[in-house]
């Protein structure tokens, strides 16, 4: 194995890193999630020692003791962010400072060290310069998962002394299966995805978790995402298993529901709102129930709505079913607001719309 020595970390090129030939082959359909980079980076947290043992190396599967910590009490975070190749060759990454701040807002909430954001930046981007040829051409991207859990073998309530930061690396295409236009939404009545005072706005596997009964009842009922309602009432819509959620209605204006401390504070939710601003939309983030959604998609006010996210970008919304009956939203096929914003952003990720924001970091 080759090994070098950066300012910080040590490099160890595997010597088992998949021919070009192959990894041509797999990258011309490489799903979402499934396939996976020759490297990872670790870097390990002790208590009274801090951060150490910096390390990129060939991508391996952890040796865990059967107490250890994350197995037992799910301290555990993550983060999801893309690297793209754009026309001139080049590679960058979209707003991944705001990935580092959200990584160490999360890292405080599950009482869990908190990772320099200089540090997280550092190891992210070596890992896409080590793994650059595994960036897929054309729409697809590399999707990177820098994600810490809580390592210490024991079994007792507490923070964890002892931790792991990796990041790995998975070549992406599309995100919904298809490449839909439009998904289809069920609404849950009988789960909650977070309650005030809870780790709804932390970035964390075990909200992930419970949100996955739901989802395997939406996709019963022919749904590709389930919506949940707040906890308190039952009844304003908050986001999806895993993405935010906007509505387009027939003055231009768009409504989002806010920032309260259950609803995941998205990066791409953040960009479509600067977006929209910018267009010239009106952009209210306030409290929309789901009566309000399906009487405004009856009377035609709503125009349209979509989902946003990392993974899926911008996905327009068709239909909305529940245990009341479904409905459409405009046509049930997006709409124009919605193919904006999402050309917008992909041409901004991609380097092929004007960024004043600087939103784009390129390596």
Not at 222 to 250: I, P, R, S, T
Not at 313 to 334: E, H
Request: net charge negative.
């Amino acid at each position: 194995m080759d090994v070098q020595q950066t300012s910080r970390f040590t490099v160890t090129r595997s010597g088992k890193a998949v021919p070009a030939d192959q990894r041509a082959v797999l990258l011309a359909d490489p799903g979402f999630g499934k396939l996976f980079t020759d490297h990872m980076v670790t870097i390990r947290y002790t208590e009274g020692q801090g951060w150490h043992s910096h390390a990129i190396g060939p991508r391996e599967p952890f040796q865990l003791d059967p107490a250890c910590a994350v197995l037992h009490y799910a301290q555990e975070i993550f983060e999801g962010m893309k690297a793209y190749r754009l026309e001139d060759g080049s590679i960058a990454m979209f707003r991944p400072e705001e990935n580092a701040r959200r990584f160490a807002e999360s890292a405080e909430r599950m009482a869990m060290p908190v990772l320099p954001e200089e540090l997280f930046l550092e190891a992210v981007e070596l890992l896409v310069k080590t793994d650059a040829d595994w960036i897929p051409g054309g729409e697809g991207s590399l999707y990177l998962r820098p994600f810490m859990f809580a390592s210490e073998t024991f079994l007792g309530v507490r923070p964890a002394n002892e931790y792991i930061f990796c990041v790995i690396a998975s070549p992406a295409g599309a995100y919904f299966k298809g490449g839909k236009k439009a998904v289809t939404l069920w609404v849950s009545e009988h789960f909650t995805r977070a309650a005030r005072g809870g780790t709804g706005a932390a970035k964390c596997g075990g909200n992930y978790a419970a949100s996955l009964v739901a989802q395997k009842e939406a996709i019963s009922h022919g749904c590709d995402q389930v919506v949940f309602l707040d906890a308190a009432e039952n009844k304003w819509v908050e986001e999806l298993g895993g993405m935010n959620v906007f509505f387009v209605m027939d003055d231009g204006s768009i409504v989002t529901p806010p920032l309260s401390g259950t609803i995941l504070p998205g990066i791409t939710r953040n960009s479509i709102i600067s977006l929209a601003r910018a267009k010239g939309h009106e952009v209210r983030e306030e409290p929309y129930s789901f009566a309000q959604w399906r009487a405004d998609a009856a009377s035609g006010k709503l125009r349209e709505a979509f989902a946003c996210g990392t993974a899926a970008v911008v996905t327009a919304i068709g239909t909305v079913k529940s245990v009341n009956g479904d409905f459409t939203i405009g046509n049930g096929d997006g709409g124009i607001v919605t193919e904006a914003l999402r050309a917008d952003l992909t041409g901004i990720q991609r380097g092929t719309v004007a960024d004043p924001a600087n939103w784009v970091r390129k390596l």
